[in-house]
């Protein structure tokens, strides 16, 4: 039987962490728990990461690492990709961010609520680009007149919103049924609304 290699232990470890810290949060997961789902001692778990600290933020690094090829491809296709295409493409990648990985959404919350320290400074490290293709490419296109004169950080910020709050938030509104739409419905509703929004030709 080979021996496990410490890479795929550390990996156990924070797939382990991501689990609980996401459903439990900073101060309700202690690290045998981390250690139990991650089938290792805690001892184990010790010799990998010094303080419980650092395997919080191994674990939400982890979770920013998992959609980095999506903001580079993103990025990459910004350059020519005219409205129509590239706010649904920036509406799928949020879209699936929430949908697919819950996990980061929650323990950028946790980071902010719970641990802080230095967690301000890692969330806008890791979501500040892409913020910022969002913001550039809409300011790109409101300046060669593609869309109307709107500020692209508010817009930034609100199609984001529309993405991450809306679902609960539709709840609350009587008669409203985008809180029962699936991950493409909910990108072909988002994307028209906003196609709508920005674009003055668009019908």
């Excluded at 010790?46 to 191994?58: A, M, N, P, V």
């Excluded at 809409?138 to 709050?165: D, F, S």
Aim: charged share 25%.
């Amino acid at each position: 039987m080979l021996a496990t290699r410490p890479s795929e232990v550390r990996t156990r470890i924070i797939k382990a962490a991501v689990a609980l810290f996401s459903r439990q949060g900073f101060h309700g997961t202690r690290t045998r728990e981390i250690a139990r789902l991650a089938d290792v001692s805690e001892v184990t778990v010790f010799r990998y990461f010094e303080h419980k600290d650092d395997i919080f933020w191994s674990a939400l690094h982890s979770c920013f690492s998992a959609i980095k090829p999506r903001l580079i491809l993103l990025g990459r296709s910004s350059e020519n990709e005219n409205p129509e295409v590239m706010l649904r493409d920036i509406v799928c990648l949020l879209v699936d961010v929430v949908t697919f990985s819950p996990e980061l959404m929650r323990l950028v919350a946790v980071a902010l609520l719970e641990v802080r320290g230095p967690a301000e400074e890692v969330c806008r490290e890791q979501l500040s680009p892409l913020f910022s293709v969002i913001s550039d490419y809409l300011a790109k296109n409101i300046e060669n007149g593609k869309m109307r004169n709107l500020n692209p950080a508010i817009m930034t910020a609100a199609i984001a919103l529309t993405v991450v709050a809306q679902p609960e938030l539709s709840k609350l509104v009587k008669g409203s049924s985008l809180s029962r739409l699936g991950g493409r419905e909910a990108i072909d509703e988002y994307s028209a609304f906003w196609l709508n929004v920005l674009i003055p030709s668009h019908n």
